[in-house]
């Protein structure tokens, strides 16, 4: 079992429709970060969160830490929301590594 | 202010060649590290750096060397490349340990 699981893997949506990307890990954390991949490769930091919830624009990251879960919301999709949304963790325990998740495939289609 | 760049974007070597992979931040970050990113895998972390002088293997560093002889670069080697080490190789700095990642735009590796 992987230490960082990602769900849904695929998720198509029709344009405004909101959407939820989860992210469960096995291990305690000091950190955990929301990444987008576009198409062409490119991969961007949206979030780095311990606890608790931050917002962005359209986009929204929760993290419980008790049951070691987190979720991405994207509130009123658009086309432009199309990319792979990658959940990483930096374990607790010490050291300096990311765990990665394996992303999840959005597509919203106009 | 460039952030991460990584040199080159694409690069198709044959096997037995060595190369060097180049990563350049100008954000004065301490933590540097080197991920590859399989289909179906999640990256995975070669090599990382924590400081100028300071480096240390992730997961997957055999075949790769680092060095990291100023804040600022951090190449990665493969000495001598096979194709179990075609992929696609990111660069990522962070200015502490629980900051937020930049990430350079990746290069994509042939080895045929």
């Known amino acids: 079992k992987n230490e960082v699981e990602q769900s849904p893997q695929n998720l198509t949506a029709q344009e405004g429709e909101f959407i939820t990307i989860n992210c469960s890990y096995s291990?305690?954390?000091?950190?955990l970060h929301w990444l987008q991949q576009h198409p062409g490769g490119g991969i961007v930091s949206l979030f780095m969160l311990s606890s608790g919830k931050k917002k962005h624009g359209r986009l929204i990251a929760t993290i419980n830490i008790q049951e070691k879960h987190s979720s991405l919301h994207i509130t009123a999709s658009h086309p432009r929301d199309s990319a792979v949304y990658i959940c990483?963790?930096?374990?607790?325990?010490?050291?300096?590594?990311?765990?990665f998740g394996e992303g999840t495939q959005l597509t919203v289609n106009p | 202010n460039a952030g991460v760049t990584q040199t080159p974007k694409f690069q198709v070597l044959k096997t037995g060649q060595s190369m060097t992979l180049q990563c350049a931040q100008d954000m004065n970050h301490e933590y540097m590290s080197w991920y590859r990113q399989d289909p179906g895998m999640g990256l995975r972390l070669i090599h990382y750096?924590?400081?100028?002088?300071?480096?240390d293997q992730g997961e997957v560093p055999n075949g790769y060397n680092v060095s990291r002889s100023t804040t600022e670069d951090f190449p990665l080697r493969l000495l001598s490349a096979a194709p179990s080490q075609t992929s696609v190789y990111f660069c990522?700095?962070?200015?502490?340990?629980?900051?937020?990642?930049?990430f350079g735009q990746g290069t994509r590796l042939t080895v045929v």
């Open positions: 990522a700095s962070q200015w502490g340990r629980n900051t937020e990642a930049f």
């Open positions: 750096s924590v400081g100028a002088g300071i480096t």
């Open positions: 990483a963790v930096r374990p607790g325990s010490g050291g300096s590594r990311l765990t």
């Open positions: 291990v305690g954390i000091s950190a």
